[in-house]
Each structure stands twice: as C-alpha cells, then as structure tokens.
C-alpha cells in the first residue's frame, strides 16, 4: 500500500488469482490484467482515446478495435502517452527431470493448497461436475474442505454422461442436481449465450451453452461460487492431438504444444467461461489455474503426462494417490458439447434453416447485436 505508483502494478501483479485493476493517480491511470488471464480485459484506442472494458461490446459502441489486454501486463496512460509493461506474463517453464513419486507429492500439495485458497470462506459452492477425473478430484478436494459442496451436472434428454454422473457422485458420497434439458431450451439460450460471449463460434457457442445451464442452476440454488475443472487438459494433455503431437513430433513438441494451449488458454475458453457465469450471477473459481500449479505442471516432464498411450497420465496417479476412486480417475474424456448432446442440436438448428452452423451462429449474433441485447 506504500508502493510508489511506478510499482504499484508489480505489486499487483505479484497476487495470485483472477483479476483486473485500475488505479488513478492526479493525470495517471494504470491498468493491469492477472498474470493467467482469468479474467477477461480489452483495449481500444484511437488518436485521442484509450479504452478498457470487460466487454468488448462497451468499445464497440465507440467505435473502437477490442483488443485483448496481455495477462501479466500494465498499461498506464498520461499526457506523454502510453507505456506497456510486461511485469509478470506467463513464459515457458523449463521441465525437470522427476521420478513418479516426487511428480505425485509436489501435486498432491500443490493441487491441496490451489482449492483451499479458492474455498476458504465459503459456506457452500457449486462443482460442474461431468463424473470425470478433472471435476472428480476438484469435487473430492472440495468436499474434505468443510466447504457445502453441491454437484451440478447438465445434459440434453437421452444423454448418456448424464446416467454415469448419478454413479460418480455415489462414488464420492456427494449430493448431486442433475439437470436434464429439452432441445427447444438450447435454442432459447441461444441468444443470450451468443451475447455474453460476445462471439458466434461454434466451438465456444456449444462448450458456453452447458456451462451458462450450469451457472444458471448455481444460481437457483442459491449459491455464488461454481468450481470448475477448466486448465487440466491444457496442462496435462488431456486432449486427443496432444497424444498425436507425442506419438508423431516428440516430447520437447509436446512441451511448446502445451505452452502455447495454456497461453491461448485466456481468449480461447476463461473469457467465455468467465462471461457466462457472470450473466448468470455467479463468479467462476478454476483451481487447476492456480499460478503455483501452473508453474509446477509446466516443469513436469512429457513422459509422465503421458505414458502408454494413456493422457493425464500422472494428475490420474495423482488424484488415486488422493483417494479418488480409479472408476472417476480412469475414465475416458468426452468433450462437453458432445457429452451434453448441444454440438448435435446446433447442428440440427441450422441445418433446418438451411444454414450452415457458422452461418446460423452468426445469423442469431447479428440480430441479437442489433437489437442491443437479448
């Protein structure tokens, strides 16, 4: 608090977590973004105007690029100009060289310490909760916090995961709202999905869809906070093409691969996540983006994230090592817009517009845009 105003945003960038800043002082702003990019910042100037917002619909409105704001930087802006600094931005970690047994206890401590900060203080919270290894161990640490814990799973009628997710959380003892939704109901979110993600994207479009549903019975709920398993498969190589990248280009590949998905990590999925959960009222807490464990993650050799074929290999050894059943820690990944069937009835929606999906995505974002909103 008794920094000077040049360090005041390396001060503030030194705090762990999900933020954005503005500090004022006499003809001086500064602006900074949390060294991940868990929460999303934008930027856009013209020859006698800087801009900062949330939303990148507040600088469209002036006419203006939204840019987004480098995690780890500070902007500040006075009479002379402008200067970007980068204090604390995200640069690759070397790996180490480490035995299974160091690689599970340096996680299990880490993994302990990112969800006690995130639930200490909490009466009660929300888990997305898909019956995976991801949401299984967040849901597994959470609970042995104290903290209320309540699972909330989503999916379309007939889905599959939805039937699996009633056995995962008699698994782990815990209270689980399973929400089954009707195709008319994803075209009527649809607009104001589209609106808060400001983006008509199919990817982001079918992966916001589920978790706005699940912030959105959160809410219902009466709860605030929603846990989720976000950043696990950027840094463990959870993904399908990261054992293809292996298999095919090596392991130093791999590591850049990585890198780059954790670095693309803050406009490619925390912006839309973070954007649709707080449309619903709720703030979004991703505990695998803690910045001690993203650090440790990143040092941690290929061989040991992935290992006979199998992805995760070590955050699975890891979360059995933490009680989790090997039921929960073994299971397959299934993508959430194909596990909650919304990818399909998009597709069906356009398709009976004769439209394809990109086409009606943006044939819903434009008329909500014009309209001001949903």
């Known amino acids: 608090l008794h920094a000077s105003f040049e360090d005041l945003g390396r001060l503030l960038l030194g705090w762990d977590g999900a933020y954005a800043f503005t500090a004022l002082k006499e003809d001086l702003i500064m602006v900074g973004r949390d ?28 006419g203006l690029e939204a840019e987004p704001f480098p995690p780890g930087y500070t902007l500040t802006v006075g009479p002379e100009g402008a200067r970007w600094e980068a204090v604390r931005p995200l640069r690759r970690v070397p790996t180490r060289p480490m035995k299974v047994e160091q690689a599970v206890s ?30 299984g161990l967040l849901a597994s640490l959470a609970a042995s916090c104290g903290v209320d814990l309540q699972l909330i799973s989503v999916g379309l009628e007939g889905s599959r995961e939805l039937e699996w997710v009633g056995e995962a959380a008699k698994l782990l003892g815990l209270r689980l709202h399973r929400c089954v939704y009707q195709p008319r109901q994803v075209e009527e979110c649809l607009p104001e999905v589209l609106w808060a993600i400001e983006a ?11 978790i706005y549903w699940t912030a959105c019975e959160a809410k219902s709920l009466g709860l605030d906070w929603l846990l989720a398993g976000q950043g696990a498969d950027e840094l463990f190589a959870g993904y399908h093409r990261h054992l293809r990248v292996y298999r ?23 912006a839309r996540d973070e954007k649709v959960c707080a449309s619903a009222g709720v703030e979004l807490l991703l505990p695998y983006m803690d910045w001690s464990l993203v650090q440790l993650a990143l040092s941690i050799p290929p061989e040991l994230k992935i290992r006979g074929g199998v992805r995760k290999w070590i955050l699975r050894q890891t979360a059995k090592r933490l009680g989790l059943p090997s039921e ?30 990109r086409e009606y995505l943006h044939q819903v974002f434009v008329e909500v845009s014009e309209a001001g909103g949903p």
Do not use: M
């Open 35 to 62: 060294p991940l990019g868990l929460k999303p910042l934008y930027y856009g100037s013209s020859r006698d105007l800087w801009a900062l917002s949330s939303e990148k619909k507040a600088l469209w409105a002036l």
């Open 106 to 135: 340096l996680l299990s401590n880490c993994l302990e310490e990112a969800v006690v900060e995130r639930v200490q203080g909490l009466h009660a919270c929300a888990l997305g909760f898909s019956g995976g290894l991801d949401s």
């Open 200 to 210: 008509d994207d199919p990817l982001k479009a079918s992966i916001a869809i589920p």
């Open 248 to 270: 095919e280009r090596g392991a130093e590949a791999l590591v850049r691969v990585l890198f780059e998905d954790v670095a693309k990590s803050p406009e490619e999925n925390f």
């Open 328 to 357: 929960i820690a073994d299971r397959e990944k299934k993508a959430v817009q194909y596990a909650t069937g919304v990818y399909g009835v998009l597709r069906r929606l356009a398709k009976a517009r004769g439209l394809k999906l």
